[in-house]
């Protein structure tokens, strides 16, 4: 402390005994544009790798020369801390990617990788009432409500979503996954060895053969839903041999034995569940219960009254019990229990 | 008609009177009038209401001569939110499926970091790029000067303006909230 300095008058410890210090309620807005802008550029100068020991003790002296210096800095580090969360360096890269893109580098590093999501619908194709055991004997499964990442022999990595079954079958010549039941969400590296085995996706109906891309399929009881975001894929038919059709970046399709039925843009927040997620934005309340029914055991019903009300938000898979509440809140809507695995969504009154 | 909105905190019962008159009268254009931009009726009934939250809690008291004009200007505020949180959503979800490291977050995790980028991108805004970079080059890598001059091709005096006009607009944008 400098005593010899006059603004001293106005130091921390003078400041904070009441009745003397009238700025004992000065807000941060009351300070002048001019002292925040000396303290902005205070931040820069102790940022800069170079600083001494002569540019911290003149910082140490405006700190101290009035208490709007001080409150000022205060200020400045109250808006650091909302930086804090983001400097792990996962956090930085997805702030730096998210807040200022470079398109041509993004489309650069997702050509390297393949993104999967297969879907086999609650009643798989293998899992069907012939041959329940297939879904046991599976190499790798997941129950109701959980989520498993699995690492390839290849450096690929699977997600399997709840309720999940697949059969890993690598061999010399290509690299086969079958989806018993459920959902995955794949992403392959290039194939290591010598020559690049191509990556095959098998589905009750189908065979995926990605074209180095990015996509997603979601498989219903008699049709799949397919997703491409960046690159193309392209889809043969068990029953018809000669059938290829290439489905582009941004576009979903629904397809069943006979070919395409309906081609709409593809929605990228499909992919949520492998973050432990359900993102709806304005998703019809039917459709939103049929989704969040694959996390919870039991059978969870809606009542046709309501089943057409808007669902909006971001909503953390780790208890579906909790969304069911914060329906109850945000909706003109009751849940009925009849028991914990019978539940029914019904209108409030 | 004219309406009279007085501050938020002060407990003058004119404001949610005046409040309560003009939702009366423009609520139902309002909606209509998100309804054509954003084609959902339910997403418009949010917006609209989240349109007089806003109202309901400001602080200044303002004379509104042209109710819907000024009703169209705070909408357009709401929208502009609507759709900047829709495409910051859709590419963190995009780097959340092309970084594998990601999948060790928790769901709970995941969505703080999705409020923290909302947050940063809201006191961020309108930046330019590069200076938006510069920035997060210094707060989140804690980069030199001299380092951030490298990576961007700039002069260490152009990245010093930019970190000072990043963190001021910081400054003010939180004294302000």
């Known amino acids: 402390?400098?005593?010899d300095n006059e603004a001293d008058h106005h130091s921390e410890n003078k400041a904070e005994a009441p009745g003397i210090q009238p700025a004992v309620t000065r807000n941060v807005a009351d300070i002048s544009p001019q002292i925040a802008q000396c303290a902005v550029e205070w931040l820069v100068e102790l940022q800069a790798a170079d600083h001494d020991e002569a540019t911290y003790e003149a910082f140490q002296r405006w700190l101290a020369a009035h208490p709007d210096h001080k409150l000022a800095w205060q200020h400045i580090e109250t808006v650091n801390t909302r930086f804090n969360g983001l400097t792990s360096p996962l956090g930085s890269a997805v702030a730096k990617a998210v807040l200022t893109p470079r398109r041509s580098l993004k489309r650069r590093q997702i050509i390297k990788t393949l993104v999967v999501i297969l879907f086999a619908g609650s009643t798989g194709w293998w899992a069907n009432e012939k041959i329940p055991w297939r879904a046991w004997t599976a190499d790798e499964r997941t129950h109701i409500g959980q989520?498993?990442?699995?690492?390839?022999?290849?450096?690929s990595r699977v997600v399997l979503n709840t309720d999940t079954a697949i059969n890993i079958r690598f061999?010399?010549?290509?690299?086969?996954l079958q989806l018993v039941r459920g959902e995955?969400?794949?992403t392959t590296n290039q194939d290591s060895t010598s020559i690049t085995r191509p990556f095959i996706v098998e589905t009750a109906q189908s065979e995926l053969r990605p074209l180095g891309t990015r996509f997603t399929i979601h498989q219903q009881t008699t049709s799949n839903r397919l997703s491409v975001f960046e690159g193309a894929v392209e889809i043969r038919l068990r029953q018809d041999i000669n059938y290829r059709h290439v489905v582009q970046a941004g576009e979903q399709v629904d397809f069943s034995n006979q070919g395409i039925h309906e081609i709409r843009p593809a929605d990228d927040t499909s992919t949520a569940w492998s973050h432990g997620m359900i993102i709806a934005s304005s998703m019809r309340l039917a459709d939103?219960?049929?989704e969040l029914d694959r996390y919870r055991p039991g059978k969870l019903n809606c009542d046709p009254a309501v089943a057409d009300l808007r669902v909006s938000g971001t909503y953390p898979l780790t208890d579906p019990e909790d969304i069911l509440d914060a329906l109850q809140t945000t909706l003109p809507v009751k849940i009925q229990y009849f028991t914990r695995y019978w539940v029914t969504v019904r209108p409030a009154s | 008609m004219k309406y009279l909105l007085e501050p938020a905190l002060s407990v003058n019962p004119i404001h949610s009177d005046s409040i309560t008159e003009l939702y009366q009268d423009h609520h139902g254009w309002l909606h209509g009038w998100l309804r054509k931009k954003l084609g959902c009726s339910h997403q418009a009934a949010?917006?609209?209401?989240?349109t007089f939250m806003r109202l309901l809690t400001r602080e200044e008291p303002i004379l509104i001569q042209e109710p819907r004009a000024f009703l169209t200007t705070v909408a357009q505020r709401v929208l502009a939110n609507h759709w900047r949180r829709k495409q910051i959503e859709q590419?963190?979800?995009?780097?959340?499926?092309?970084?594998?490291?990601?999948?060790v977050l928790s769901a709970e995790e995941c969505a703080i970091l999705l409020e923290t980028l909302l947050e940063i991108d809201h006191l961020l805004n309108r930046l330019p790029l590069p200076v938006k970079r510069a920035f997060l080059y210094a707060q989140l890598d804690g980069m030199s000067h001299a380092e951030i001059a490298a990576e961007l091709n700039i002069s260490i005096t152009t990245v010093k303006r930019y970190l000072i006009k990043a963190g001021a607009q910081c400054y003010f944008a939180l004294v302000i909230d």
């Open chain 1, 1 to 3: 402390m400098h005593l």
């Open chain 1, 147 to 155: 989520r498993r990442n699995i690492t390839l022999a290849d450096g």
């Open chain 1, 171 to 176: 061999t010399a010549n290509e690299r086969r």
């Open chain 1, 184 to 186: 995955i969400l794949v």
């Open chain 1, 288 to 290: 939103f219960l049929a």
């Open chain 2, 46 to 50: 949010d917006l609209a209401h989240d």
């Open chain 2, 91 to 103: 590419a963190y979800f995009e780097m959340l499926v092309q970084h594998p490291e990601a999948s």
